[in-house]
């Protein structure tokens, strides 16, 4: 079986253990926490089996490993101390709470773990010695990214942690800069194995972390599903973070029409 087999098998199995998780919970937001853990161990699979130089294949199963065992953590916790995400509430709606569809749902997660392995398998197959300076960049970029995500992280999860602020949105920290400062590091984190698969025959493939992680998290699973939810429970003060707030990219915050009017 090739690397991507490995890592699909794993997926699957994984999968199947959350959507009857889910069953007994009614809480699907359990495949984000195996989506993480799936990358997390497609890191450590591509990293032990690929036939690339060893110092990449190090750097690939360290800071993959450490990143998505990270990420998994901090969502199960979530899952385990939160209701169930108002994204997935809606989802379930939407479905009527129909077993096969939900199925299908986690399935096609399994399948999202391969697509982000990618960038792996282009490290993994690296046979570039003298990697020094290319994981040392790596590595800068790793800690700025997962530093930034644990960050905004904990300063939303502090913010929620206030019921005076129930039914507002956090402009504290970090989501002062930006509506999705976590998407946005995590989306940087994805270069990380730009910069480790240097000298890869695979090279072009490491970009398809990025690339990839933009077009979902701009414009399909993450900021328009969570910018929805956001809407519906919070109204016009999180319409006025919209008119004030960069969506993304972190950059200075605009002044909303609210904000001209206050005295």
Same mark, same amino acid.
């Given at each position: 079986m090739n690397l991507l087999g490995w890592v699909l098998l794993y997926a699957v199995l994984v999968m199947c253990w959350g959507w009857a998780w889910q069953r007994r919970h009614h809480n699907i937001g359990v495949v984000d926490v195996l989506w993480a853990?799936?990358? !997390?161990?497609?890191?450590?699979?591509?990293?032990?089996?690929?036939?690339? !130089?060893?110092?990449?294949?190090i750097a690939l199963a360290v800071l993959g490993g450490l990143w998505g065992s990270r990420l998994a953590l901090h969502l199960w916790h979530r899952v385990r101390s939160e209701d169930e995400d108002g994204r997935y509430r809606y989802l379930r709606g939407y479905w009527n709470g129909h077993q096969g569809k939900i199925f299908g749902f986690f399935m096609a997660q399994a399948l999202l773990v391969v697509l982000f392995a990618l960038p792996f398998l282009a490290v993994a197959r690296n046979p570039s010695t003298g990697h020094a300076a290319w994981i040392a960049a790596a590595v800068a970029v790793w800690l700025l990214s997962v530093g930034g995500e644990a960050l905004a992280d904990r300063q939303l999860a502090r913010f929620r942690a206030n019921p005076a602020n129930k039914g507002r949105t956090c402009r504290q920290g970090l989501w002062r800069y930006s509506r999705h400062p976590n998407y946005f590091f995590e989306w940087l984190h994805w270069f990380t194995y730009v910069l480790l698969a240097v000298g890869s025959p695979l090279w072009w493939l490491a970009w398809s972390g990025p690339v990839v992680m933009y077009l979902f998290l701009r414009y399909l699973s993450g900021v328009p599903f969570t910018e929805k939810q956001a809407l519906r429970s919070r109204g016009e003060d999180y319409r006025d973070y919209q008119r004030s707030t960069s969506m993304f990219f972190p950059w200075f915050p605009r002044t909303s029409p609210s904000q001209d009017r206050t005295p």
């Open positions: 853990k799936g990358v !997390a161990a497609g890191a450590l699979l591509m990293a032990w089996l690929g036939d690339g !130089a060893l110092q990449p294949r």
